[in-house]
């Protein structure tokens, strides 16, 4: 007896589930009058038919969820509508949208760290004026609210504490804040230009992708992002230690000089 039951079970979860449209519709959090909408657009597959009933299967399911996650990305249906188009031409949507991801996925970590007016103050003291604080609301670092300030990043804000606790005048690291950035958008388009030219021409091209080169691309960028940030930072570090040296030569020369004077 146990033994039937197992295998009645057991024929049971070999079956793939169907759904109706309105189980369907709810299964993927969105309304009938949608699902039917998505069909018109012919963004999902026909269902199998029995007699007048349509039977959906886990891979509408999986379709609407797709559908509704490139919706989040911000894409248009249109948009939706011609990667699923690619996919059904040959060419893998996950491939595509793995793809997608791997272009503009961020390139940071950082987390952002919230600061109220009283530990503004005991951090930054008279130097928490409206000028520094338009400076960094101008800089795109914090964002102002009525009980405090909400900055992108908790390794900048320590950074410009422990500056200032040092004896480094606000407005000074703000104006440092805001030349570093320019020199560092510089190299993020020389990066953007070698990746663009090199590792995905291929993206420019009229003709679409041959099968498995979207897996392939995404592959490869993933492999370049470590290295793009491991050759800023050593070039940072280079770049310091040359500037440390000439100004410490510098530095000794003046002194000589002013020993000879006096």
Known sequence: M?????????????????????????????????????????????PRKEGRIAWYGEEHLARLR??????????????????????ESGRDVAELIGLEAAIVAPWSDETPVRLDWDELKTAFGDQLTE??????????????????????????????????AEGVPLSAVLDASRRTREHVDAIAEIFIEVVG??????????????????ARLTERILRV??????????????????????EYLELLRQRRENGSEA
Request: proline share 4%.
């Open 66 to 87: 797709m559908i509704g996650e490139l919706l989040e990305r911000g894409h248009t249906l249109g948009g939706i509508a011609e990667l699923i188009g690619a996919g």
């Open 131 to 164: 000028e520094n604080t338009a400076e960094s609301i101008a800089q795109g670092y914090i964002t102002v609210e009525e009980d405090g300030i909400t900055h992108v990043s908790r390794r900048l804000m320590d950074a410009t504490t422990e500056l200032v």
């Open 197 to 214: 030219e090199h590792l995905l021409s291929a993206l420019a091209a009229d003709t679409p992708l041959p099968p498995g080169e979207a």
């Open 2 to 46: 146990l033994i039937a039951v197992d295998k009645v079970r057991a024929a049971a979860g070999d079956r793939k589930r169907e759904y109706r449209v309105e189980e369907l519709a709810e299964a993927a959090g969105i309304t009938t009058r949608t699902l039917r909408f998505y069909r018109e657009r012919k963004l999902l597959q026909p």
């Open 225 to 246: 992002r470590p290295l793009a940030r491991t050759v800023a930072d050593a070039q940072f570090a280079l770049a310091m230690d040359r500037r440390v040296h000439v």
